[in-house]
């Protein structure tokens, strides 16, 4: 089985000009590019459509490029799509010499959404979809050419909902409700802070089981309570488990139970292509 990580190789070139063009004071600008050389994924898809053999560069669409300075103020933000930038993974800036800087980059299948303001504050607006993030902290106390290679990661990872029971005849559509996260800032935080709801039309499944349920999660190191809930046609709940499971980027959990039924555990395994570990979860 291949690496568990999803890998996107970047390769990063900090240009200098030579010395002799540097000779009065006043010259202190430094050519700066960012050049996504090669790119590589090496994992099961998590979404439809992306195998091992493709390579990532034909699955992501945009590509971000932010730069902040050492007082944590935004110098540039850079937005590139591939089906109208021929120089699509090249990234070029001209920086202050002398100064410390942090190089934020995402890569995504569709538009993104970012609230940009100084570094502490800036971060990005969660959606559904494959999301790729990596960061490099760079100085410039040198005119001599910098050379650093990195890696894109996958932050986004999946909940697998696959419910084993037979939906009742008097059952119309369920709700998932999670507690969630909605932003993931620039300096790591993802605070889980809102709440979201998923409503999912079952009568069409109606004495048989219903397809696999999928969530996309972007939290990290905190745990997310799942209350699903199945309703009637008068807007009734029929029945109700519960379930807490802390997300892991760049893996697909699969959560499995009865929810028709009175059941006494729920189990939660993760995907064995992505990891063997696997855990039960009791209801409460």
């Not at 089981?209 to 799942?226: H, M, Q, R, Y």
Request: hydrophobic fraction near 40%; charged fraction near 20%; include cysteine.
């Amino acid at each position: 089985m291949k690496n568990i990580s999803a890998l996107i190789v970047i390769a990063l070139f900090l240009f200098s000009c030579r010395k002799e063009e540097h000779e009065t004071p006043d010259k202190k600008m430094v050519p700066v590019t960012f050049v996504a050389e090669a790119f590589q994924q090496s994992v099961k898809d998590i979404t439809p459509g992306v195998s091992d053999a493709e390579l990532a560069a034909e699955h992501l669409e945009y590509l971000y490029c932010f730069i902040f300075n050492g007082n944590g103020t935004l110098v540039n933000a850079i937005t590139q799509v591939k089906s109208n930038d021929p120089q699509f993974g090249t990234f070029r800036d001209t920086l202050q010499y002398g100064d410390s800087y942090k190089a934020l980059f995402f890569g995504s299948k569709k538009e993104l959404d970012f609230n940009l303001e100084g570094y502490a504050e800036s971060h990005l607006k969660f959606s559904e979809d494959d999301i790729f993030f990596n960061r490099s902290d760079f100085n410039l106390g040198s005119y001599n050419p910098i050379r650093q290679s990195f890696a894109l990661d996958r932050i986004i990872g999946k909940l697998n909902l696959v419910i084993q029971d037979r939906v009742p005849q008097n059952v119309s559509y369920l709700k998932i409700k999670r507690n969630s996260a909605s932003q993931f800032y620039f300096n790591g935080n993802i605070p889980v802070n809102g709440d979201s709801e998923l409503k999912v039309p079952v009568e069409k499944y109606r004495g048989t089981t219903i397809p696999p349920v999928s969530l996309t999660t972007i939290e990290k190191d905190e745990n997310v309570s799942l209350t699903i809930e199945a309703y009637d046609n008068a807007d009734n709940v029929v029945s109700a488990r519960y379930v807490t499971v802390q997300p892991i980027p760049n893996k697909m959990i699969t959560l499995t139970g009865l929810l028709f039924v009175n059941t006494a555990q729920f189990t939660v395994l993760v995907n064995h292509e992505w990891s063997k570990d696997e855990q039960v979860v009791k209801w409460w």
